[in-house]
């Protein structure tokens, strides 16, 4: 217990950095939400437009009310396990920072990832319980009925969380890759355009062929945003979802695993940049 109590004690100082960073820069995230925000509904219009020049109310077992729900809960989804990781790692290479975080007796990984947490605390708030809420209301406006399930939403945040470990030790290992590369700037642009497309954030990976399908299920990226999205929506079984949350602890383990083995691996390679 003194354990994890010590070690709690040594990390919130982190945590509090990080809530106190994201009020410092609030202009920039209400910038970033704004964009975020209006991409959906982008996203949204399009959805919209196929249904109209559908002949069915339905497509690929999407009604328009799900494919609603499925965009607004991939947009929140996706902003909660949003990681940042790759940024910061890489910004502290090449400003020679990283030098002092690597002689400070704490986890490189974990001062970010407890410092991460402190700025989703005020997501939660500000973001997390709106857009559920909203969500809601919808499906109660369209169906006339109370269609929530505390159920599949308390699976969903399980799955929430173990998504975004996978994505922040995913981020992490990235921006080790700084180590070689010294900037990633352009490389992440297509990792992130790559990343959105794979989880299934601009196309339900339901809408793909079968046999590409069956294989981005099984890869890290489905785990990031589209299996906890059908989690929320009720679209998976019983059995699905215990597979599911097996396949994302066993992606997080190889994530934190990786991410191990390229530091041991990198920091043997450290040319510290404008340090």
Known sequence: MSRIKRFFRTYKPFTRAGMQEMIAYRANFICHLIGEIMAAFIMYFVWKAVFLS?????????????MVVYIFITFLTGYMTYSDGAFAVGEEIIDGSIAMRMIKPCSFEMCFLFQELGSRLISISMIFVPMVAGVEI???????????QIGYFLLYIVSLLLAYMISFYFNVCYGFMAFFFKNLWGTTLIKETLVSFLSGAIIPLAFMPSGLAAVLNILPFASLSYTPVMIYMGMYSTSQILWSFGLQIFWVVVMYGVTKLIWRSAVRHLSVQGG
């Open 138 to 148: 919808y499906r109660y406006a369209v169906c006339g009925e109370v269609r929530f």
């Open 54 to 66: 559908s002949d069915s109310e339905t497509f690929m077992g999407f009604t328009m009310e799900d």
